[in-house]
């Protein structure tokens, strides 16, 4: 498909897009990952953050998962949107997506769900992700989690932030 053009593109990807809202959770895995693979235009991407409101969780956990393959840039303000999600997986979703654009504007809000996240899955994927970020600004936060955090899985994911970090050369901090 990413051979025939922009138009069939979309055309695609509106169709895969359209089996988001199907209501088997089965289809929806299976049409974020298609859309994933193919790829997204502008237009999907749009299409895919106004699904980041649905109402139905399951199509939202399957737009972030699709916006995370995609690394859509132009998703940023509506991932960071998501992190409010009232669901976790969502907002795991979304600080993976994030992550995965590796935009150090995101790196405050990252780090506000490490600190202030009620699941320990999401402040899991934080410490993970501010690891592969490599800033050191970010160290202080990460040594609280590794030090208060209540989750042991949360404190080592913070001590192994802490040490990509440490291990990471100065100029390749940014």
Request: glycine residues 8%; negative net charge.
């Amino acid at each position: 498909l990413g051979r025939f053009g922009e138009d069939v593109l979309d055309l695609a990807g509106l169709e895969l897009a359209r089996r988001l809202d199907d209501p088997s959770p089965s289809v929806k895995r299976a049409a974020a990952q298609a859309l994933g693979a193919v790829g997204g235009t502008q237009m999907i991407v749009e299409l895919l953050t106004e699904r980041l409101t649905h109402s139905d969780v399951e199509t939202r956990r399957a737009v972030v998962q699709t916006l995370t393959w995609l690394e859509a840039g132009s998703a940023h303000h509506a991932l960071l949107t998501a992190l409010h999600d009232p669901d976790a997986q969502v907002r795991q979703g979304a600080i993976a997506a994030l992550g995965e654009m590796v935009d150090p504007r995101s790196l405050p809000a990252i780090r506000d769900r490490l600190l202030k996240d009620t699941d320990a899955g999401v402040r899991g994927e934080a410490a993970y992700r501010l690891g592969k970020f490599g800033d050191r600004a970010i160290v202080p936060a990460l040594q609280s989690a590794a030090a208060r955090d209540h989750n042991a899985v949360v404190r080592r994911w913070a001590e192994w932030a802490i040490e990509q970090i440490s291990s990471t050369k100065p100029d390749r901090i940014s």
